[in-house]
């Protein structure tokens, strides 16, 4: 159930944080993505932000197939700032990082997820109609932590989900056993 005083945002593709400071694009494992890498030229210097790496159709929808063989040109799209021109704000509530956010998307001219507060019902739904991956809830009183709770909601009619686990599981098993070729023997 989704309670008002949440904040909720549409979940595609791959999510990853943008790191300006350090100069790195990270998976939410922690695994750097030297592939979406040149994204960090478009966004501010100074900031790490929390988002997604999507390749949008003509429509402006994500298409995770077009993402993973480079169809289309990946965007980076934000939906939290943890650190805002030098400053660590992940102490501070949902709600007053979203505001900062907004203002350097302004700024910055950077792409941003919209909140939906308070209609998490109606906000599945179009999320379902359109044919994304979900939503997530977040409290907007909560800070940004590993211990902060927050609710993914899967569309269970994802069109993009048949065949990506299989597409991960052959990948992986190719890279390893490029690794394992390229070892001295």
């Not at 979940?11 to 494992?29: F, P, Q, Y």
């Not at 686990?165 to 001295?184: G, I, K, N, Q, V």
Request: proline content about 5%; some cysteine; charged content about 30%.
């Amino acid at each position: 159930m989704i309670r008002r005083g949440c904040s909720i945002s549409s979940s595609t593709a791959s999510g990853g944080i943008a790191d300006t400071v350090e100069r790195r694009m990270l998976s939410k494992n922690g695994n750097r993505l030297t592939r979406f890498e040149r994204l960090l030229d478009a966004l501010p210097v100074g900031c790490v932000f929390d988002g997604e790496i999507v390749a949008l159709d003509d429509g402006g929808r994500p298409v995770f197939n077009d993402l993973m063989f480079g169809r289309r040109a990946p965007t980076y799209v934000a939906f939290d700032v943890l650190i805002a021109d030098g400053q660590d704000v992940r102490a501070m509530p949902l709600k007053d990082r979203r505001a900062m956010l907004a203002k350097i998307v302004r700024r910055d001219r950077m792409q941003s997820s919209e909140p939906v507060i308070g209609e998490g019902k109606a906000a599945f739904k179009l999320a379902c109609d359109l044919d994304l991956e979900g939503i997530v809830a977040k409290r907007l009183a909560d800070p940004y932590g590993p211990r902060t709770k927050w609710w993914k909601v899967l569309n269970p009619s994802y069109s993009q989900k048949k065949g990506r686990a299989d597409l991960f599981e052959h990948r992986h098993t190719s890279a390893s056993a490029a690794r394992a070729a390229s070892l001295p023997r």
